[in-house]
Nanobody
């Protein structure tokens, strides 16, 4: 099992920045990739970004390319999401996720382990 704990959410004005962190514990040696998803009220959970654990290959949703950056610190078993130029439409609960086998990196079904989520609110 892998446990994930997110932090770093909050309220920010449009154009501002936030950095989310996700600390993994447990069987972290089994992690193959980690990702960030978000879910706004009344909407489905959507892919934001992902990173492979061994090669740090990154993947982004078109809506966040050029604004968000995913990175990881293997020594700390932590993945980060740096969010710049935030827009009101980025408002959502952001979830960290991880999996131990490659099974669809941009879909929620590709992940077995999830954090509890952290709220990000972007005001005008």
């Amino acid at each position: 099992q892998v446990q994930l704990v997110e932090s770093g959410g909050g309220l920010v004005q449009a154009g501002g920045s936030l950095r989310l962190s996700c600390a993994a514990s447990g069987r972290t040696f089994s992690i193959r990739y980690m990702g960030w998803f978000r879910q706004a009220p009344g909407k489905e959970r959507e892919f934001v970004a992902a990173i492979t654990w061994s090669t740090s290959t990154t993947f982004y949703a078109d809506s966040v390319k050029g604004r968000f950056t995913i990175s990881r610190d293997n020594a700390k078993n932590t993945v980060y999401l740096q969010m710049n130029s935030l827009k009101p439409e980025d408002t959502a609960v952001y979830y960290c996720a991880a999996n131990s086998e490659f099974r669809g990196i941009s879909t929620p079904r590709g992940y077995d382990y999830w954090g509890q989520g952290t709220q990000v609110t972007v005001s005008l």
